[in-house]
């Protein structure tokens, strides 16, 4: 090869390593919601919620252990516990009715949220969920967007 050729063939791989970490990382990292939810969740989290699933969502330490009456503690919402394992449309519907459709001590906030507000609070605790647990979750959904 012509040494004047070497700064093309080497330009030339490097956009095609780069165009292809690019599309490794972009699937991952779409997500449904915008920025403002966000804001706009974290505020609505820290009204209603954040008493119970913890400052950073985190939910209570022995979350995955029953208390004396058989009841489940508040578990995390950042990605740490099995939040990613529910469907975005049962993610409204805990929310929205609370824990009573399955023997759940969760208030509802049906009547105190609307549907929009929903969705900024949950876009807001899945701001927290690391890559591979959100893109697992939108895997499942087998869809980014509600
Ligand atoms: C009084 C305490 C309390 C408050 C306030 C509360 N939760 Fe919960 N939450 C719970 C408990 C306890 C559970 C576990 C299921 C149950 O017992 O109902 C739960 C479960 C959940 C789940 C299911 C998580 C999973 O991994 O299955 C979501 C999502 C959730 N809460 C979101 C919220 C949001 C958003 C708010 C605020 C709008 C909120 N919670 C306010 C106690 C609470």
């Not at 915008?34 to 985190?58: F, L, M, N, T, W």
């Amino acid at each position: 090869m012509k040494k004047a050729l070497l700064p093309l063939f080497f330009g030339g791989l490097l956009i095609v390593v780069v165009w292809f970490a690019i599309g490794e990382m972009s699937p991952a990292q779409q997500r449904w919601y915008s920025p403002s939810q966000v804001v706009q969740g974290e505020a609505i989290y820290s009204q209603y919620c954040r008493d119970c699933h913890g400052k950073s969502a985190g939910g209570k330490v022995l979350w995955r252990r029953p208390n004396t009456e058989g009841n489940y503690p508040p578990p995390p919402l950042d990605g740490s516990g099995h939040t990613w394992h529910r469907s975005f449309p049962l993610l409204q519907k805990i929310i929205r009715e609370g824990g009573r459709s399955f023997g759940g001590t969760m208030p509802p906030f049906e009547g105190q949220l609307s549907t929009e507000e929903i969705d900024a609070v949950i876009a807001w605790f899945q701001s927290l969920w690391p890559i591979d647990i959100y893109s697992n979750w939108s895997d499942r959904e087998k869809r980014v967007a509600p």
